[in-house]
């Protein structure tokens, strides 16, 4: 397939097609239609369309949207919050930057279609600290939007009341989870906490809270538009819809797309992104960001599908696809990983905090070449201890880059065990 | 601005501090937030001390540090690292003549790793302020820089 036949463009449509500035424009390439629509109709209903379209959360875990909604809905508790979040801070993503900068009022209309389902009447946009410009246009476009009637009390003349705050983070990759982003919110440091009970029952002041990524509030018009049937036909059976790719790396045409759900990487890669600089190799691919799985060059064909992934114990997460050529060192990239959550840690939790540096202790002896035998046990010991006892997602997924170059690029670590031969050498 | 103006707008409950808390220090003259500064919030808010504190540690964009006029952030994850932004780190000691974590002499820059700024498509990234600078090379370093201490000779 070329290029063009790849891109399937629909929460992008708007871009460079709209002043994200202008609400005007936004309306008349057809928004806010759906939440007048929406707003006659039955919340269960909408949920209902939603559970039917079979979205699932674009934010990296995939969980079913409808039924989050369903969760919401049916606490008890008042009042109920909704919050989106915009926290993008995994490295290798930036598709909820290049959302909220060129068409934000597409995010502001599912958040408000989601929040008039359930009853709720306040919303938070939790923006990271760092994007600064993508805050001020949101900033504008919640204006304007209140301008409008689309928020504020009594939303056209529905007798339904809503509306959002903008908070901005402070810097911080784990607040970017659930609890965290919740206590960061609240003020308190982001730390985070087990779960359950989880958000939508005890979320925000211990009240019903529903959180969404951007992308995923940005599907919510789409799916009332075409009707959860029509939608679900986009995709692929276990992943329905579109998904925005964040592709980067050493590659030719790095940048934002839009692909039908079930495209392979290596479409995306040589089609989208016109392959690697200087006709070099493939060394290695990563999925998702820091802590998404690593594959080798002959697993390309891999299709971005949750039951093919699934098959290999691994998952696309939000969509970045960072691709590497053949002078990177393996071990060096999973040196940066594990860097990148060691400093983001929070440090609530043991496993995380220790077994973090204790991974890069371990990574130094194999790039240094004296690491022994033994060492390659104890970092699969470790991999599974912090995957499985750590608190969060953070320290749940942090070592899943080293776990899948030990089996996929497995030389690489058993190559610079040190033996004595090598010693004389 | 004063801690207790900023606190008249913002408000003073708990999910105002780390907005705050952020607006106060970046309208100080070195970036930072001193021990007394936090004791002022915490008097004028009501909220511990022990509190404001672990809250300030614990954000990478808040600092109890004394920092330079300008905050030069270099990505350092890896969409950025495997487009050379080693590279742009070795360029960016040399010209200031300090190493990554220090402050130059005459209080200008400081130069600090930042994880990924979300602009990998744009790599190798820094952010300076509100900027951001994609695309790097070691000449477009020299000219930003350069553009800057222009900048702060006219102010
Ligand atoms: C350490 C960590 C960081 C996360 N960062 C983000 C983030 O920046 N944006 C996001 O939408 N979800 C992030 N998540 C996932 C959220 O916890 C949550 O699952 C998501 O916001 C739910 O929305 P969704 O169902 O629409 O995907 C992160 C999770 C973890 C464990
Ligand atoms: S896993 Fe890491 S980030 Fe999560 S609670 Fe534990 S220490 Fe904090
Ligand atoms: S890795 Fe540098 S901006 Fe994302």
Same mark, same amino acid.
């Given at each position: 397939?070329?290029?063009?036949?790849?891109?399937?463009?629909?929460?992008?449509?708007?871009?460079?097609?709209?002043?994200?500035?202008?609400?005007?424009?936004?309306?008349?390439? #057809?928004?806010?239609?759906?939440?007048?629509?929406?707003?006659?109709?039955?919340?269960?209903?909408?949920?209902?369309?939603?559970?039917?379209?079979?979205?699932?959360?674009?934010?990296?875990?995939?969980?079913?949207?409808?039924?989050?909604?369903?969760?919401?809905?049916?606490?008890?508790?008042?009042?109920?919050?909704?919050?989106?979040?915009?926290?993008?801070?995994?490295?290798?993503?930036?598709?909820?930057?290049?959302?909220?900068?060129?068409?934000?009022?597409?995010?502001?209309?599912?958040?408000?279609?989601?929040?008039?389902?359930?009853?709720?009447?306040?919303?938070?946009?939790?923006?990271?600290?760092?994007?600064?410009?993508?805050?001020?246009?949101?900033?504008?476009?919640?204006?304007?939007?209140?301008? /409008?009637?689309?928020? #504020?009390? @009594?939303?056209?003349?529905?007798?339904?009341?809503?509306?959002?705050?903008?908070?901005?983070?402070?810097?911080?990759?784990?607040?970017?989870?659930?609890?965290?982003? !919740?206590?960061?919110?609240?003020?308190?440091?982001?730390?985070?906490?087990?779960?359950?009970?989880?958000?939508?029952?005890?979320?925000?002041?211990?009240?019903?809270?529903?959180?969404?990524?951007?992308?995923?509030?940005?599907?919510?018009?789409?799916?009332?538009?075409?009707?959860?049937?029509?939608?679900?036909?986009?995709?692929?059976?276990?992943?329905?819809?579109?998904?925005?790719?964040?592709?980067?790396?050493?590659?030719?045409?790095? #940048?934002?797309?839009?692909?039908?759900?079930?495209?392979?990487?290596?479409?995306?890669?040589?089609?989208? #992104?016109?392959?690697?600089?200087? @006709?070099?190799?493939?060394?290695?691919?990563?999925?998702?960001?820091?802590?998404?799985?690593?594959?080798?060059?002959?697993?390309?064909?891999?299709?971005?599908?949750?039951?093919?992934?699934?098959?290999?114990?691994?998952?696309?997460?939000?969509?970045?696809?960072?691709?590497?050529?053949? /002078?990177? +060192?393996?071990?060096?990239?999973?040196?940066?990983?594990?860097?990148?959550?060691?400093?983001?840690?929070?440090?609530?939790?043991?496993?995380?905090?220790?077994? !973090?540096?204790?991974?890069?202790?371990?990574?130094?002896?194999?790039?240094?070449?004296?690491?022994?035998?033994? +060492?390659?046990?104890?970092?699969?010991?470790?991999?599974?201890?912090?995957?499985?006892?750590?608190?969060?997602?953070?320290?749940?997924?942090?070592?899943?880059?080293?776990?899948?170059?030990?089996?996929?690029?497995?030389?690489?670590?058993?190559?610079?065990?040190?033996?004595?031969?090598?010693?004389?050498? | 601005?004063?801690?207790?103006?900023?606190?008249?707008?913002?408000?003073?409950?708990?999910?105002?501090?780390?907005?705050?808390?952020?607006?106060?220090?970046?309208?100080?003259?070195?970036?930072?937030?001193?021990?007394?500064?936090? &004791?002022?919030?915490?008097?004028?808010?009501?909220?511990?001390?022990? &509190?404001?504190?672990?809250?300030?540690?614990?954000?990478?964009?808040?600092?109890?540090?004394?920092?330079?006029?300008?905050?030069?952030?270099?990505?350092?994850?890896?969409?950025?690292?495997?487009?050379?932004?080693?590279?742009?780190?070795?360029?960016?000691?040399?010209?200031?003549?300090?190493?990554?974590?220090?402050?130059?002499?005459?209080?200008?820059?400081?130069?600090?790793?930042?994880?990924?700024?979300?602009?990998?498509?744009?790599?190798?990234?820094?952010?300076?302020?509100?900027?951001?600078?994609?695309?790097?090379? &070691?000449?477009?370093?020299?000219?930003?820089?350069?553009?800057?201490?222009?900048?702060?000779?006219?102010?």
């Amino acid at each position: 397939m070329n290029s063009n036949e790849l891109t399937r463009k629909m929460l992008t449509k708007n871009f460079g097609v709209i002043n994200p500035e202008s609400i005007d424009d936004y309306i008349r390439e #057809g928004g806010y239609s759906e939440l007048e629509k929406a707003i006659k109709l039955d919340g269960k209903d909408i949920i209902n369309e939603i559970k039917i379209s079979d979205l699932k959360g674009r934010g990296g875990a995939a969980f079913p949207t409808g039924l989050k909604m369903e969760a919401v809905n049916q606490a008890d508790g008042f009042p109920k919050y909704i919050i989106c979040n915009a926290d993008e801070g995994e490295p290798g993503n930036f598709k909820d930057r290049y959302l909220m900068e060129n068409d934000p009022h597409q995010i502001i209309e599912g958040i408000i279609i989601c929040a008039f389902a359930s009853k709720i009447n306040y919303g938070y946009f939790f923006i990271r600290g760092e994007y600064i410009k993508a805050a001020k246009i949101v900033e504008n476009a919640l204006e304007q939007a209140r301008a /409008r009637g689309y928020l #504020g009390d @009594n939303i056209l003349d529905s007798g339904f009341s809503f509306d959002i705050e903008i908070y901005t983070g402070a810097g911080a990759y784990v607040c970017g989870e659930e609890f965290s982003l !919740l206590a960061t919110l609240e003020g308190r440091s982001g730390r985070a906490t087990y779960k359950p009970p989880f958000p939508t029952i005890c979320g925000l002041y211990n009240k019903p809270t529903q959180i969404n990524n951007v992308e995923t509030f940005c599907n919510i018009p789409h799916i009332l538009k075409l009707g959860g049937k029509e939608f679900k036909k986009i995709g692929t059976v276990s992943s329905t819809g579109t998904k925005l790719v964040c592709l980067s790396g050493n590659i030719r045409r790095p #940048g934002l797309y839009e692909v039908e759900l079930g495209t392979t990487i290596k479409d995306i890669i040589d089609e989208l #992104g016109m392959g690697v600089p200087r @006709n070099r190799k493939i060394r290695m691919v990563q999925l998702g960001g820091a802590s998404g799985p690593v594959i080798p060059e002959s697993m390309l064909q891999i299709r971005l599908d949750s039951d093919e992934m699934r098959k290999h114990d691994m998952s696309f997460g939000s969509g970045a696809i960072i691709v590497m050529d053949d /002078r990177i +060192d393996i071990l060096d990239i999973l040196k940066r990983n594990i860097q990148f959550f060691h400093h983001e840690s929070c440090g609530k939790c043991t496993p995380c905090r220790e077994g !973090l540096l204790q991974i890069l202790i371990l990574l130094d002896r194999f790039i240094d070449e004296s690491a022994k035998e033994s +060492d390659l046990q104890l970092l699969e010991i470790l991999i599974e201890t912090i995957s499985l006892t750590s608190i969060c997602g953070l320290g749940q997924a942090a070592p899943t880059s080293v776990k899948k170059v030990l089996e996929y690029f497995r030389e690489e670590f058993t190559d610079r065990i040190h033996t004595t031969a090598s010693a004389v050498k | 601005m004063k801690i207790s103006e900023i606190l008249d707008k913002n408000g003073r409950t708990p999910d105002k501090l780390i907005s705050s808390l952020l607006e106060y220090q970046n309208s100080t003259l070195c970036n930072y937030l001193t021990e007394d500064d936090l &004791r002022e919030f915490a008097e004028e808010t009501g909220i511990p001390l022990s &509190r404001i504190s672990s809250v300030a540690s614990f954000y990478s964009l808040l600092s109890t540090e004394s920092r330079g006029k300008y905050i030069i952030q270099v990505c350092y994850d890896v969409p950025c690292y495997v487009n050379n932004s080693v590279n742009i780190v070795e360029e960016l000691e040399k010209n200031l003549g300090i190493k990554m974590g220090q402050t130059t002499e005459d209080e200008l820059f400081t130069l600090e790793f930042s994880s990924c700024l979300g602009c990998c498509d744009k790599a190798p990234v820094m952010q300076i302020g509100e900027n951001l600078y994609g695309n790097l090379t &070691r000449d477009k370093i020299i000219s930003i820089l350069d553009s800057y201490r222009r900048k702060n000779n006219e102010q």
